[in-house]
């Protein structure tokens, strides 16, 4: 279980890091050398896909009546999909600036 997990870890790694790579890519042929915070957002927008499907779930297949336990859902979905935009958008951030250092130091 752990392994399969882990397994599916590294393939958002990668997945989060060729992204946000090929996308500073095309900015920085534009011109546009302010990628920081983009490269950040690039791949931390996954939350927003994260929570919207929660919102989608919750009203498809969940059929919770009581105001606290829906408030305690997005709560919780709330922090998840938090925490999930930080890994994922730091995993960006990293892997464009490792890109970045790369090409600009020949």
């Known amino acids: 279980m752990f392994g399969f997990l882990f397994l599916v870890f590294i393939i958002?790694?990668?997945t989060?890091?060729?992204?946000?790579?090929?996308l500073c890519y095309f900015?920085?042929?534009s011109e546009d050398y302010l990628w920081w915070w983009r490269s950040y957002l690039t791949s931390g927008s996954s939350a927003l896909?994260?929570?919207?499907?929660?919102?989608f779930y919750f009203f498809t297949k969940l059929e919770i009546t009581k105001l606290v336990?829906?408030?305690?859902?997005?709560g919780y979905m709330l922090i998840?999909?938090?925490a999930f935009f930080v890994v994922t958008g730091t995993?960006?951030?990293y892997a464009c600036f490792w890109?970045?250092?790369?090409?600009?130091s020949s």
């Open 12 to 14: 958002l790694v990668i």
């Open 16 to 22: 989060c890091a060729e992204i946000t790579i090929v």
């Open 27 to 29: 900015q920085l042929c």
């Open 49 to 55: 896909y994260l929570f919207l499907y929660a919102t």
């Open 69 to 74: 336990s829906v408030l305690l859902y997005f």
């Open 80 to 82: 998840a999909s938090y």
């Open 91 to 93: 995993i960006g951030f």
């Open 99 to 104: 890109f970045t250092r790369l090409i600009y």
